[in-house]
Antibody, heavy 121, light 113 residues
């Protein structure tokens, strides 16, 4: 069974840092592009970042470029999102998501349950 | 970035009736090389993560009931639920994957009338 389990979400002050983790199981993690997508409370889905299978290619939304860093450890089947200089508008549920290998690297076919990040003083 | 706009924002349909959700992209997401539309539809039920329903604008993901269908090409797309069931209450999102960033529509909330 495919599983993506996020952790690390919590309450953090503006300007603070946080690292999210996503542990994958049930599939060959090292073969897949992975994404982070966020959803502010009561709002829609917003793509944040993606990373290729070996970690050599990363892309970011303009809103987080220079503040967030995506990475992965294929030996540990884990995806990360390092979040620095956090702002109130970063408050959201952060989803770890897997891209298909049969469509494109931007087509997401499985999502984790999400972890809530709240940025507030 | 490509902007995705859905209509309506919310929709109430009677059980057993047809539900139609529209999605428009700010530029074409059709590739001329292989005539494919880089468009997906997702369903998000309350308290759950999104679920992939359709990709390539009209291909159903494995396990998705055949009452869900997608159509359209270029910049205009439609998700149709042929006979609404109670379990279809959700927010539906379109997403293009033509370029990076892959952007989502704002969502359409589907309820029972």
């Amino acid at each position: 069974e495919v599983q993506l389990v996020e952790s690390g979400g919590t309450l953090v002050q503006p300007g603070g840092s946080l690292r999210l983790s996503c542990v994958a199981s049930g599939f060959t993690f090292r073969s897949y592009w992975m994404h982070w997508v966020r959803q502010a409370p009561g709002k829609g889905l917003v793509w944040v970042s993606r990373i290729n299978s070996d970690g050599s290619i990363t892309n970011y939304a303009d809103s987080v470029k220079g503040r967030f860093t995506i990475s992965r450890d294929n030996a540990e089947n884990t995806l990360y999102l390092q979040m620095n200089s956090l702002r109130a508008e970063d408050t959201a549920v952060y989803y770890c998501a897997r891209a298909t290998t049969t469509v494109t690297s931007n087509t997401i076919d499985f999502w984790g349950q999400g972890t809530l990040v709240t940025v507030s003083s | 970035d490509i902007v995705m706009t859905q209509s309506p924002d919310s929709l109430a349909v009677s059980l057993g009736e047809r539900a139609t959700i529209n999605c428009k992209s700010s530029q074409s997401v059709l590739t001329s090389s292989d005539n494919k539309n880089f468009l997906a539809w997702y369903q998000q039920k309350p308290g759950q993560p999104p679920k992939l329903l359709i990709y390539w604008a009209s291909t159903r993901e494995s396990g998705v009931p055949d009452r869900f269908s997608g159509s359209g090409s270029g910049t205009d797309f439609t998700l149709t639920i042929s006979s609404l069931q109670a379990e279809d209450v959700a927010v539906y999102y379109c997403q293009h994957y033509y370029t990076t960033p892959p952007t989502f529509g704002q969502g359409t909330k589907l309820e029972i009338k």
